[in-house]
RNA sequence: GGUCGGGUGGCCGAGCGGUUAGGCAGAGCUCUGCAAAAGCUCCUACAGCGGUUCAAAUCCGCUCCCGACCUCCA
C-alpha cells in the first residue's frame, strides 16, 4: 500500500534510515510503560499518542505488529542510589493501602484515560511484578557472565567491565570518560565498585514492602531490567522498534542495551525511536517541577493554568499538529487553535460523506492521496499529514459549494484515504453527541425549526430570530443551508 | 561545568540548499433577511553578525538567548 518505503528516525544512528523488519510482514514493537504510582501525566499520554500513531500506520499498510507496552509496578529506586525509596511503599503508607492497591488504582486510570484518547490496547501489556523470575534468571545470566557482582545482598551491573568490550554509550552517543566525569560522589555508594554500576537486584530493607525471594535474599527488581526481561521473553533477542521519551535514552535505555547485549549476545533492538517532552510555557512538564496539569484536569479545564476544558480529541489533535520528534508547548491559545482545527476537519469529514461525484476532477485527487502517504512514510510525520488533509478539506468544501468537480472514482479515493488516515491511522473520532438517538429533542428541535421556517416565510424576521438566540442560550446552533436548516448542540 | 537539541510571520507549528507548508487569529469580498457555515483574496516570516554558493530559513564560523540530559520522570 505504501508508496515508498517507511523511513524511521533511528536514535541509534542519528539519521533516518529505512524500515526493513526483520521478519516482514512481521514487527516487533516495545515501548517502555508507566510507573503505576501515581496519575498518569500528560508527558505520558503524548509518548503513548505518539506511539498509538506509529502502531497504528504500521497496521494500516499492512504489516502484522505485536506491541508489547509494560506496567511498571514494582517499586525501583530513586536512581540508583541506595536509598531505598520504594516508590510504592511509599505512597502507601501515604495512602494507607496496599502496595497493589495503588498498581491497581493508577494502572485503572492509566488505561481509562489513554481510551478517552482513542489509543488501540497494545497486544501485550505485562507486568514487572509478572515478570519477577524471569528478571532473576537475567540477573543469575549477568553475574555468570562476569558483568555483575552482588554487594550485600544488591546486584550492581559493572558497567567499566561492561565498557571493555562494548560501547556503553552507544545509544547516548557519549564516550564512558564523559560519563563518569558527569557522575558525582554520592554517600552510601559504598556497595558500588564503579561510579556508573546500576543496580539489577536490590535488597529490601525492612520498610519495602513489595519484596520477592531471589538467590541474594529478600528484595525487588531494579529498573532496567525489566524491560530487557520482558521485551526478551515477547518479542525475542533482536527486534524491530523500541521506543519511549527521550529522558529514558541516557539511562534507562543505555542500562537496558548493556543487560540484554550480556544475556542474548547480540544488539537488542534494531531502530531505537524517541518522544520529545512537553512543556509548559517552554519548561519540561514533569512530576517533579510541579507544572503540570493531569489529562482529566485538561478535560474538564479545572486548573489555574488552564481558561476552559478541551476535549480529549482536540488535546489529541494538538498533539498530531507537531512532530513527536519535536517538543510541545502548551498554551490555552494553541489548544484553542486545535480545537477549531479539528472541528473543522471532522465538519469535512462529514461533508465528504454526502458528497456527490460528477464529470471530471477539477483537482489531482490521487496526488493528494499519495502525499498522505508519503508523509507517514517520512518518519511518522502527522503535522505534514494534516497539513494535506486540510488541503483536502479545501477541495471537499469547494466541490460541496459547487464550485468544484470530482469523479466518482476520485470520490470513492478520497472518501477512503480521508476515513483511513482520520479514523485509522491518527485515530481520531466524533465527539459530538449523537443527536439522533434522542427523539424527544429532535421532536422539539424539528417543530421549532418549522415554526422559524413559517416565520421567516411571513418575513417575520424578529420572531425569527428571537427562536434561534433562545436556542443560541441552550448551546444550540442553527444553520440555515441551502438544503434547509440544520441544528447542532455544543458539546 | 560536560553532552545534546532548539531559536520560523500576532499565536501554534512543518520545512532543513532553489517551490504559497498547514492550522488558529486578523482584514476585505461572495453567499445570506440577518447570522452561522463555507469559498475566494490579503497578511509572505525564518535570533544577530560574518562566510561558502549562481542560489541559504536551510551548509560553515562566531555571538546572544532558550531547553533537555548528566538525579526519579515518557
Not at 511498571?72 to 530513586?78: K, P
Amino acid at each position: 500500500m505504501a508508496t515508498q518505503p517507511i523511513e524511521i528516525y533511528n536514535t541509534l544512528i542519528r539519521k533516518k534510515e529505512k524500515f526493513t523488519p526483520l521478519n516482514s510482514p512481521f514487527v516487533g514493537m516495545y515501548v517502555c510503560g508507566p510507573t503505576v504510582y501515581d496519575d498518569v501525566h500528560l508527558g505520558n499520554c503524548r509518548t503513548f499518542i505518539s506511539f498509538d500513531l506509529i502502531y497504528r500506520y504500521l497496521l494500516f499498510v499492512g504489516y502484522k505488529v505485536r506491541y508489547v507496552r509494560n506496567i511498571t509496578d514494582a517499586g525501583h529506586l530513586e536512581g540508583d542510589r541506595d536509598e531505598g525509596g520504594d516508590k510504592f511503599a511509599k505512597k502507601a503508607k501515604l495512602e494507607q493501602v496496599e502496595p497493589m492497591e495503588i498498581v491497581q488504582k493508577y494502572t485503572v486510570g492509566f488505561r481509562e484515560v489513554l481510551r478517552m484518547f482513542n489509543t488501540l490496547s497494545p497486544s501485550i501489556e505485562p507486568t514487572a511484578t509478572g515478570h519477577i523470575s524471569e528478571q532473576i534468571e537475567m540477573t543469575k545470566q549477568i553475574i555468570e557472565a562476569g558483568l555483575a557482582y552482588e554487594s550485600n545482598g544488591t546486584v550492581y551491573f559493572n558497567v567499566e567491565k561492561y565498557s571493555q568490550k562494548n560501547n556503553y554509550g552507544i545509544l547516548s552517543n557519549r564516550k564512558l570518560e564523559e560519563l563518569l566525569e558527569g557522575t558525582r560522589e554520592l554517600e552510601g555508594q559504598d556497595e558500588k565498585k564503579g561510579r556508573l554500576d546500576f543496580a539489577l537486584w536490590i535488597k529490601a530493607k525492612p520498610e519495602h514492602i513489595m519484596r520477592w525471594p531471589s538467590p541474594w535474599g529478600w528484595g525487588f527488581p531494579g529498573w532496567h531490567i525489566e524491560c530487557s526481561a520482558m521485551s526478551t521473553k515477547y518479542l525475542g533477542a533482536t527486534f524491530d522498534i523500541h521506543g519511549g521519551g527521550m529522558d529514558l535514552i541516557a539511562t534507562h535505555h543505555t542500562n537496558e542495551i548493556a543487560q540484554s547485549q550480556v544475556c542474548n549476545h547480540c544488539e537488542p533492538v534494531k531502530y531505537w525511536m524517541h518522544t520529545n517532552m512537553l512543556t509548559v510555557n517552554g519548561i519540561r512538564m514533569s512530576k517533579s517541577a510541579g507544572n503540570g496539569f493531569l489529562p482529566l484536569e485538561l478535560f474538564s479545564g479545572n486548573h489555574k493554568l488552564l481558561d476552559k476544558g478541551y476535549s480529549p480529541m482536540a488535546v489529541k489533535f494538538f498533539m498530531l499538529q507537531t512532530h513527536y520528534r519535536s517538543t510541545l508547548d502548551f498554551s490555552n491559545e494553541a489548544l484553542q487553535a486545535s480545537e477549531k482545527g479539528f472541528e473543522r476537519l471532522m465538519n469535512a469529514v462529514s461533508t465528504l460523506e454526502k458528497l456527490k461525484s460528477s464529470g471530471k476532477s477539477s483537482s489531482d485527487i490521487k496526488s493528494l492521496c499519495a502525499k498522505c502517504y508519503d508523509a507517514m512514510n517520512d518518519d511518522f510525520n502527522s503535522p505534514i499529514l494534516l497539513a494535506h488533509l486540510f488541503d483536502g478539506v479545501k477541495t471537499i468544501n469547494s466541490i460541496n459549494d459547487g464550485k468544484a468537480t470530482i469523479s466518482k472514482e476520485d470520490l470513492s479515493l478520497l472518501q477512503k484515504t480521508f476515513h483511513g488516515f482520520i479514523f485509522d491511522v491518527l485515530g481520531l473520532k466524533e465527539e459530538k453527541p449523537a443527536t439522533n438517538n434522542d427523539d424527544l429533542l429532535n421532536n422539539l428541535m424539528a417543530m421549532i425549526i418549522e415554526m422559524r421556517n413559517e416565520a421567516k416565510e411571513k418575513k417575520d424576521f424578529p420572531a425569527s430570530d428571537k427562536l434561534r438566540n433562545g436556542l443560541a442560550k441552550s448551546k444550540i446552533t442553527i444553520k440555515d443551508t441551502k438544503e434547509g436548516t440544520t441544528w447542532e448542540k455544543e458539546k
